[in-house]
């Protein structure tokens, strides 16, 4: 309920205060858009190239799919030694 309260006191005052100094409010205006689209623009520009140069060294990583064959065999072993295991407690537990 205060912060209704203090919302529409808020949005009264402001009302008050842009009818009273409206002009100024306007050159404040007329001053902050062009430095904000400069600044956003900007932000735009570095955020575009940034992301332009992340793609470009996408393009130019080449992946190696192929699998060494010595890591495939160890895999291979590991997986075997690990069914002899389940199977081992599978008969232990039966």
């Given at each position: 309920?205060?912060t209704l309260i203090?919302g529409?006191?808020?949005?009264?005052l402001?009302?008050?205060?842009?009818?009273v100094w409206?002009k100024?409010f306007?050159m404040?205006l007329a001053?902050?858009?062009?430095?904000?689209?400069?600044?956003?623009?900007?932000l735009?520009?570095?955020?575009?190239?940034?992301?332009l140069?992340?793609s470009?060294?996408k393009d130019d990583?080449t992946?190696d799919?192929?699998a060494?064959?010595?890591n495939?065999?160890t895999?291979k072993?590991e997986?075997?030694d690990?069914?002899?295991?389940i199977?081992?407690?599978?008969?232990?537990?039966?």
């Open positions: 309920m205060k203090g529409a006191v808020a949005a009264v402001g009302i008050i205060g842009l009818a409206f100024p306007m404040l001053g902050a858009i062009p430095a904000m689209l400069l600044l956003g623009g900007g735009a520009l570095y955020l575009g190239f940034d992301e140069k992340d470009w060294k990583a992946v799919t192929t060494p064959a010595d495939s065999e895999y072993k997986i075997d690990l069914k002899k295991e199977d081992t407690l599978k008969a232990e537990k039966a």
